[in-house]
């Protein structure tokens, strides 16, 4: 995997993080971990070994797919829609002599994880397949907060009356 793959996968990994799985952490964990078993196992039966930039294609096209309404610019040549972008990449690698083998390979699992995610659950009777298992939720998310925990006194911030508050104020010292 060359330079320019590892800054595309650093840039939409980035996006995806603070974008659509923003305060989800363990999906975000869990969805690199279906992803590279599924490309792991496809990956086997194709006799592919290296499948870093397939990883990369996986992550540009989730992204992609969930943010179809921006407009991309490739070198200044083509404009697109978000969604066209692995299609593009895949052309420019195309054109650049490379196997397009494994560019495929990681839009086929970015779709797989994208279609059981967000399309499926969507549908008349369809329902959430991918449920990120509770030990990555314990580990990377925060746990919510006990609408019914009652601080030690001395761990509850000090409160003063608002007349002691507006007297304070009114003369310091």
Known sequence: MDGGAWLWGYRYCRMLEE?????RTADFV?????????????????????????????????????????RMNFFGLLNFQAPFLPWVLMGFSLLLGNSIIIDLLGIAVGHIYYFLEDVFPNQPGGKKLLLTPGFLRMVFDTPEEDPNYNPLPEDQPETQPAAQQEEDQQHPQ
Do not use: E, H, K
């Open 19 to 23: 974008g659509s799985f923003r305060g």
């Open 30 to 70: 869990f969805m690199f971990l279906f992803g590279g078993f599924l490309m792991t196992l496809f990956g086997l039966f194709a006799s592919l070994f290296f499948l870093g930039q397939a990883f990369t294609i996986m992550l540009v096209y989730v992204w992609s797919r969930r943010n179809p309404y921006i």
